[in-house]
């Protein structure tokens, strides 16, 4: 369970999303409407789809390099409470990165990150469905509809913690 909750510092480092506080009023481009459909590979090869409506909430995270390292304290705790009532999706976006590298790197990222999908977004499209910048980590909170909720910015607070265990409760009671 411990690779549950362990995200490389090297994958997060070169994914991004979200600059400055963030709440749900701020996710009017998070929706399933535009989220429905949307296909990724992780790092492991597996393709995934976004199809809403789900039967657990889903919860998103992002970073830059320099927010990276704070990931692990937003989604371990998450993990240790809601483990298999939440799933838990992080995104890479990886727009720029030269086509001989990419084999190397998902094998990389495969080998340093969680056992919960990473999507690698090799030229960004699936970050632009959210408001991103490199340099902060970000949790974004969407219902079984697909609907933004809930959103955080940089390192975990305690109040903000708190603030998405609730969220969670309301929706897997």
């Given amino acids: 369970m411990k690779a549950i909750f362990t995200q490389s510092v090297l994958l997060l480092g070169i994914s991004t999303l979200f600059s400055g506080e963030s709440r749900a009023e701020d ?3 998070v929706n ?9 590979i992780d790092q492991f090869g597996k393709t995934h789809r976004f199809q809403f409506p789900t039967r ?11 927010g990276s390292r704070d990931i692990e304290s937003w989604i371990r ?5 809601f483990y298999g009532k939440v799933e838990i999706i992080g995104i890479a976006q990886l ?4 086509a001989s590298l990419r084999g190397p790197l998902r094998k990389l990222i495969a080998m340093h990150s969680a056992n919960h999908p990473v999507l690698l977004d090799w030229n960004g499209e699936l970050c632009r469905l959210f408001p991103y910048s490199k340099n902060t980590v970000s949790v974004s909170l969407l219902d079984q509809n697909g609907t ?5 910015t940089g ?3 305690p109040a903000e913690l708190e603030e998405l265990r609730q969220q969670l409760r309301k929706m897997v009671r």
């Fill in 95 to 98: 727009e720029g990165v030269p």
């Fill in 27 to 29: 996710f009017d481009r």
């Fill in 32 to 40: 399933a409407t535009k989220l429905n459909g949307v296909t990724a």
């Fill in 148 to 152: 933004g909720v809930w959103a955080a």
């Fill in 77 to 81: 705790p998450i993990g240790e409470e």
């Fill in 56 to 66: 657990r909430p889903v919860l998103v995270t992002t970073a830059g390099q320099r």
């Fill in 155 to 157: 390192k975990v607070t």
